[in-house]
């Protein structure tokens, strides 16, 4: 695929980019790198392939589902400034 200074200069333009007549030349060159690449990789034979999820497929290790922590709610809602019903209270900022 081609690109143009009139596709660069449309793409500074959605972009909100004040490009120079050299750093435009130069995005042109980058598009162009980038749009080979994609031809490339697309002209590769992937017939036979299963798709992955993740480029390697491992497990995540998880670790046991207990309780390592005490329940110290109380002793943390006595530092509050307000507090009910076990929830802490604050003032109110949006009407």
């Given at each position: ?61 998880l670790r046991e ?11 943390l809602q006595k ?17």
């Amino acid at each position: 695929m081609s690109v143009s200074s009139s596709d660069i200069a449309y793409i500074a333009h959605l972009a909100r980019l004040h490009l120079s007549e050299d750093e435009s030349e130069k995005a042109a060159d980058n598009f162009r790198n980038i749009l080979a690449l994609i031809d490339q990789m697309q002209a590769a034979d992937t017939k036979g392939l299963q798709p992955l999820s993740h480029a390697i497929e491992t497990s995540q290790p998880l670790r046991e589902d207990k309780v390592t922590e005490s329940n110290q709610r109380d002793t943390l809602q006595k530092l509050a400034p307000k507090s009910e019903a076990g929830l802490y209270l604050v003032p109110k900022v949006i009407e």
